[in-house]
């Protein structure tokens, strides 16, 4: 079975249907989706409704909890702030009902998916170190955890290995084969504002017939994503950040 994984699209349509398109070419058998639809771009309404219809699995992200007022954002920077205000006016109060639904965890016989971590997932924890990850294989019992929330693509084992995935430019994919006795954290990266120095959308398709994760990057119309962002009054470093992958 192919299946593929989204997260941190948040309300970037232009890059979401780009992502969507290749799930389909790839044919992939379920798409899920790691959180985050909305906050800081300008189609969250748009991007909702999407991943409703084409997704066999939501878990919350921040953002989307806190366009609803289920997160605390008074930790969040200056521009999350202002996107998420201005979102949740957005949204319309089904779509308000939909985002408040989701879970926080989703867990299949073989893995499992959570916006940030699997001890403590709502306050919104990240895994940047091979100690901080050690720390969470304790509390997940599935091979594989698919996790989101820095939009840096990473892999950690639970041997204590750490490997930032980076895609070449002159590539579009990176394929990894899984080694059967070995546990993993998988982070696939953002959809929408990718902040591993990367422009291009992230997205992972797990093969679980040949044990294979591929992270693909992708383009999309970054340009087009800016100006809406731009055009919503929405800050102008929340369209700058697209172009240089931060």
């Not at 591929?214 to 119309?221: G, H, K, T, V």
Request: with cysteine; glycine share 6%.
């Amino acid at each position: 079975m192919k299946i593929g994984f989204l997260s941190d699209i948040h309300a970037n349509l232009e890059a979401l249907e780009v992502a969507i398109a290749i799930l389909h070419s790839k044919n992939v058998d379920k798409i899920y989706c790691i959180g985050d639809i909305v906050g800081y771009g300008a189609n969250p309404s748009r991007c909702i409704n999407i991943m409703e219809n084409e997704c066999d699995g939501i878990v919350a992200g921040n953002h989307d909890w806190a366009a609803i007022g289920k997160t605390d954002i008074t930790y969040f920077n200056m521009y999350g702030r202002k996107a998420i205000l201005w979102t949740a006016k957005k949204l319309s109060p089904y779509q308000k009902s939909f985002l408040a639904e989701l879970p926080l965890y989703l867990a299949n016989r073989n893995w499992c998916i959570v916006h940030s971590t699997p001890i403590e997932p709502a306050k919104w924890h990240y895994v940047f170190t091979e100690a901080q990850a050690l720390y969470q294989f304790n509390h997940f019992d599935e091979k594989i955890c698919f996790i989101g929330h820095s939009h840096s693509p990473m892999i950690f084992t639970d041997r204590g290995n750490y490997e930032k995935i980076f895609v070449p430019l002159d590539s579009k994919t990176k394929l990894i084969k899984l080694a059967d006795d070995t546990r993993y954290i998988i982070n696939i990266g953002s959809v929408g504002q990718p902040r591993d120095g990367d422009p291009r959308g992230s997205l992972v398709i797990f093969n679980s017939d040949e044990n294979t994760v591929e992270f693909i990057r992708f383009d999309y119309q970054i340009s087009e994503t800016q100006r809406k962002i731009l055009d919503a009054g929405l800050p102008p470093f929340l369209a700058e950040r697209l172009a240089r992958g931060i």
